[in-house]
């Protein structure tokens, strides 16, 4: 009964090629997020939907796209991997409309780029 | 836009003692500040937040997180560390206009208690 589940766990793939993260959440949440974490350990949004709906989309390329079939799943493609794209990538789902609401993560899918 | 700084990379401290992890904010209007800690090849977990009210919040695990609007931080505390806290905190707070919150997160501190 994992609140917010990711997969794969971990992810290890040549430069060039294409890859997709899953992110499901049975908490009952309208919203989710992709988090990138560097090796550095520094935490930034990517992504945010709300309801199916893209409503935050940061300075990403456009090589990442983020799809959402549904309020409990957000899913993560990128194109074209790159060396510098290796990272922890987070999964997080919350309520938007309850003011200062926290955020659930997920266990993280660490991906490295060879 | 909203900003959160934790100054230390690194606070070390001896088992039994109390704890401070520091965090300083930068805000318009009213802040909304959490903490969330980290374990090893884990995700992310909520300790605790301020949203209003009382500027003692308290939180999981024994932590508590003091709010100071003159000196706009939320310092992370706990009167007695063990072993286990050992971990990285990150101070967040929410940003954007209503129908697009995120949350910033700072660059976090690693905490070690020391046996």
């Known amino acids: 009964d994992t609140a917010v589940s990711q997969t794969p766990k971990y992810l290890v793939t040549q430069m060039g090629n294409d890859k997709s993260i899953k992110c499901e959440q049975n908490l009952g949440h309208d919203t989710m997020y992709w988090y990138k974490q560097d090796s550095k350990k520094f935490l930034k949004i990517m992504f945010s939907?709300?309801?199916?709906?893209?409503?935050i989309n940061e300075t990403v390329p456009n090589r990442f796209s983020p799809k959402s079939p549904d309020k409990a799943h957000l899913n993560l493609h990128i194109n074209s991997l790159e060396l510098g794209d290796s990272a922890v990538y987070f999964c997080?789902?919350?309520?938007?409309?309850?003011?200062?609401?926290?955020?659930?993560f997920g266990p993280g899918t660490r991906l490295t780029v060879l | 836009a909203q900003s959160v700084a934790q100054p230390e990379d690194q606070v070390n401290v001896a088992e039994g003692n109390p704890l401070t992890v520091k965090c300083t904010y930068s805000v318009s209007g009213n802040p909304y500040l959490f903490w969330y800690v980290q374990y090893p090849n884990r995700g992310l977990q909520f300790l605790l937040k301020?949203?209003?009210?009382?500027?003692l919040v308290k939180g999981s695990y024994g932590f508590e997180a003091e709010f100071n609007k003159s000196q706009t931080s939320f310092h992370l505390k706990k009167p007695s560390a063990l072993v286990s806290d050992s971990a990285l905190y990150f101070c967040?707070?929410?940003?954007?206009?209503?129908?697009?919150?995120?949350?910033?997160f700072g660059t976090g501190t690693r905490l070690k208690v020391l046996a």
């Open positions: 997080a789902s919350g309520l938007l409309g309850v003011a200062g609401n926290e955020q659930f």
């Open positions: 301020y949203i209003t009210g009382d500027n």
């Open positions: 939907y709300n309801n199916k709906e893209l409503i």
């Open positions: 967040a707070v929410r940003d954007g206009p209503s129908g697009t919150y995120k949350y910033i």
